[in-house]
């Protein structure tokens, strides 16, 4: 059985995420979404609320499981769940060198194998922390993120 884990903070997810996601859910058997927590990116959403989102917006996919992780390297989890792939994504030449490094030591400690995404050109430049900023002000972002997501992060900041 073909299992994939793709993980990020998806804070918020963004159209770029879901493609992703839509691609990576064909390669496997069972596909996990992993949101886990990256303090230096300053949160918006809870980790919960992260994971109801992504949760309505997968309802569709029987074989992907919604999974939430606070604090633990993305090799051990895998490990644990016994995937065979981790999927990750790449916009640009910046991204694919961070990844590049990921994918060394994350093969070196596990032997799990990491396949690579790239972002659809129209989503290249598409990126959460991007939404914030354009939400922050007053800008509508519903054409690079779900509709529904685009009236939480509007709620959101309405709280503020």
């Known amino acids: 059985m073909k299992i994939g884990l793709y993980t990020g903070t998806f804070d918020p997810i963004t159209n770029g995420h879901l493609d992703i996601i839509h691609r990576a859910a064909k390669l496997f058997d069972k596909l996990y979404v992993g949101i886990f927590n990256n303090d230096k990116k300053n949160p918006l959403f809870t980790s919960t609320e992260r994971a109801d ?24 989890v895998a490990q644990k769940l016994g995937v065979t792939a981790l999927v990750r994504s790449v916009r640009n030449a910046q991204d694919l060198d961070y990844e ?17 995404l790239a972002a659809r050109p129209e989503l ?3 990126s959460s ?32």
């Open 53 to 76: 989102i992504m949760n309505q917006l997968l309802a569709d996919f029987d074989h992907i499981e919604v999974i939430v992780h606070e604090s633990d390297l993305t090799v051990n």
């Open 100 to 116: 590049s490094a990921m994918i060394y030591f994350n093969h070196e400690m596990t032997g799990i194998e990491t396949i690579l």
């Open 129 to 160: 922390s991007r939404m914030k900023e354009l939400v922050h002000f007053g800008i509508d972002v519903s054409k690079w993120v779900p509709k529904f997501v685009a009236l939480e992060l509007e709620k959101k900041f309405d709280q503020k």
């Open 124 to 126: 290249q430049y598409v």
